[in-house]
């Protein structure tokens, strides 16, 4: 009897030890911030109600940003740093992340457009284009979309969901715990200094001592037409270059007939890729990593458009 | 020595033993004559003519196929061949037709494709997938063992990374995905772009699966000038087609035995080889039923599409009273009734509902 306990106590003393048992992963948690300018959320544009251009400042106006964990900046191969290349163009990231996904605002004409965290209701999307940009969306029937509604049920009758949670473009969480779901909850918020900043995480990441966090905003384009029909001057915004519109839902009820856009597949290997066809803000210097425990702070200082460094600081 | 000792030094010995298992019987004997992993040597590019019409061209590219057979390796090691050829500052399309076809039987109750009704004989199809790179990138030994294009790079923080090398990605269905293959005994094409000149590349077809049948894997194989998308268009979009494409490459299931084509040995070609479909010596009944399966895209009344072909396979059994060979090696020897090659699989294994 007491040497089958004896055997018993070793066995579980045997497993206890197990479950301490390191096994080398360099693998964490990492979390931390970025800042984006507040010329980055600011264009010149006409006011729809009066016609009168005026200077709009509006988190609606930030694209996706992009985050990626690198060995090292290269400031060799452009004007402004990159990513260093491991081989043949491949930037190899260890990991990354997204602040703003793009996601099916379940109407065509939001194709590449539809970011999450950057609208509190469906309201707003129509305010952002009818009364920011002077362009009302319009339903894949060629109808205004005037009410707020007509968006979450087509999503719902579309997508086959019952929640706003499920549609995943609005920001329903009261994410820094005020009481109240506002604009504070968005992923970027104003600080004090104008700026915005917004929070990511990385999930079980792959820590390397000394690795540079770097990203780069895909910012929004905003373009100007002329209509045919009364020489009016229409504003709307651009796909985003970082949008694959080959890819993501399908859509193919009825006559409808496209795909809803998504993420490019290769933004954080091949950045330079994208920077060379949009207006984005990127790191300078990025942020150096050499505490997990530590979070990041990455600033977009310089601006690049079409490849091209437009100012820095 | 107390007996309670041997008690527990008896799970140890077992443990010994475990180690001394011999696991041969799980990989296949390498076939007497059969090479597991030929190297072919340089291909030459098929050039394509601004002018080509639709059936020139297929003519032109069908006798220039390379024509081979692999074996099994007789280890834990992939079988496949290799071939290489020199870049020529254009892109260039790599077609490659692995015996023979294959598709998934038609059983909805609702709705059944009739083209689809009978089974797939699924022992005679075999599968190998196409990997370009320049041979620099290349890590396998030709002529012994089969490599891949996958490189070890190391970054400034000594972290090391592996990078797929391989220039050559086949489109396949689904846009979303970046990796994609045809698919058991399906026909693969993909465009190796904007070659550098002079540059040597490797092809690498990796033996994914020989048939279960009998272990030989025949197959087509073709290099041709310019990217896919140029040569499909000019092939009136056969090439796009799923069912018509089988017949670019036709004969792929090259009779077992054979001697090494005249043309492919002129050529300089290896055992065993043979140069254009012209020269292939292939199954009695595999070029008809190829074409049937082909013919399932066509407005093609008047010629046999794949049921017709599958019912005619099962009346010779029902009728005639022979029997198919199915996993078993089909015979040589046309005499023998009960070892006869069908094509078709065995109607019998229909999953019935309920059953599925």
Redesign the interface.
């Known amino acids: 009897m007491n040497n089958k306990l004896t055997l018993i106590s070793w066995l579980a003393l045997g497993m206890a030890s197990a479950c301490r048992y390191d096994e080398g992963l360099s693998i964490y948690n990492l979390s931390g911030t970025v800042t984006i300018p507040r010329a980055a959320a600011t264009r010149s544009l006409i006011d729809p109600a009066t016609g009168v251009e005026r200077e709009v400042t509006d988190v609606r106006l930030l694209g996706p940003v992009y985050i990626g964990l690198y060995?090292?900046l290269d400031r060799t191969r452009e004007q402004f740093p990159l990513p260093?290349e491991?081989?043949?163009g491949?930037a190899?990231p260890?990991s990354g992340t997204t602040i703003g996904d793009i996601r099916y605002g379940c109407f065509e004409f939001f194709r590449c457009k539809m970011l999450s965290g950057r609208y509190l209701s469906y309201d707003d999307i129509i305010d952002f284009y009818t009364n920011v940009l002077g362009t009302p969306p319009k339903d894949d029937f060629e109808n205004v979309i005037e009410v707020g509604q007509y968006i979450q049920q087509t999503c719902f009758d579309l997508l086959e969901v019952t929640s706003d949670d499920e549609i995943r473009v609005l920001t329903t969480k009261d994410r820094n715990e005020d009481g109240v779901v506002d604009k504070n909850d968005l992923d970027f918020v104003e600080d004090e200094n104008g700026d915005f900043v917004g929070k990511f995480e990385i999930l079980q990441a792959d820590f390397?001592p000394?690795?540079v966090a770097w990203g780069f905003l895909d910012d929004a384009e905003i373009f100007r037409t002329t209509r045919e029909e009364d020489g009016a001057i229409v504003q709307n915004m651009d796909e985003f270059t970082t949008c694959d519109p080959?890819?993501g839902y399908s859509e193919g009820t009825y006559q409808r007939n496209y795909r809803a856009g998504?993420q490019a597949?290769d933004t954080l290997n091949r950045p330079l890729n994208y920077l060379k066809n949009t207006e984005a803000w990127l790191s300078d210097q990025g942020f150096t990593w050499t505490d997990p425990a530590e979070p990041a702070n990455i600033v977009l200082d310089v601006s690049v458009v079409d490849g091209k460094l437009e100012m820095g600081e | 020595m107390r007996s309670g000792t041997f008690r527990h030094l008896a799970p140890v010995a077992l443990f010994v033993a475990a180690c001394d298992i011999n696991q041969s019987q799980f990989v296949d004997d390498v076939i007497p004559g059969v090479p597991s992993v030929p190297d072919f040597g340089a291909l030459t590019p098929v050039p394509v003519a601004d002018d080509a019409t639709p059936d020139g061209l297929l003519a032109d590219i069908q006798s220039n196929v390379l024509y081979a057979e692999i074996g099994p390796t007789g280890t834990s090691f992939q079988s496949g061949a290799t071939a290489s050829f020199l870049g020529t500052g254009s892109s260039l399309c790599i077609l490659l037709d692995p015996e023979l076809v294959s598709w998934v039987q038609s059983v909805s109750p609702t709705s059944p494709l009739s083209d689809f009704a009978y089974p797939d004989n699924i022992y005679d199809d075999g599968d190998l997938e196409i990997r370009v790179g320049q041979s620099v990138f290349y890590t396998g030994t030709t002529g012994q063992r089969l490599g891949n294009f996958q490189?070890r790079?190391e970054?400034?923080?000594g972290?090391e990374?592996t990078?797929d090398?391989n220039a050559c990605v086949y489109q396949g269905q689904t846009?979303?995905f970046?990796v994609q293959f045809g698919g058991r005994a399906a026909f693969e094409a993909c465009t190796v772009e904007n070659t550098i000149p002079g540059t040597s590349y490797t092809i690498a077809l990796e033996g994914f699966a020989l048939p279960v049948d009998d272990a030989r894997l025949g197959f087509g194989l073709v290099v041709i000038e310019g990217a896919c998308t140029d040569l499909s268009s000019k092939l009136g979009g056969t090439l796009d087609d799923n069912y018509a494409r089988e017949c670019i490459i036709p004969g792929e299931a090259i009779l077992p035995g054979s001697p090494r084509g005249a043309r492919a040995e002129a050529a300089g070609f290896p055992d065993l080889t043979w140069l254009g479909a012209d020269e292939v010596p292939t199954w009695p009944g595999a070029l008809d039923f190829e074409q049937s399966f082909c013919n399932i895209s066509g407005d093609v009344a008047d010629r046999d599409k794949l049921a017709a072909y599958c019912k005619r396979e099962v009346d010779a059994v029902t009728e005639e009273g022979t029997t198919c060979s199915w996993e078993l090696p089909p015979s040589l020897d046309a005499s023998d009734a009960t070892a006869r090659r069908c094509y078709c699989g065995d109607l019998t294994d229909t999953p019935t509902g309920g059953g599925i």
Do not use: N
């Open positions: 060995p090292s260093e491991v081989a043949s491949e190899s260890y390397h000394g690795m080959t890819r998504l597949t | 490189i790079f970054d400034s923080l972290v990374t990078q090398k846009p979303d970046p």
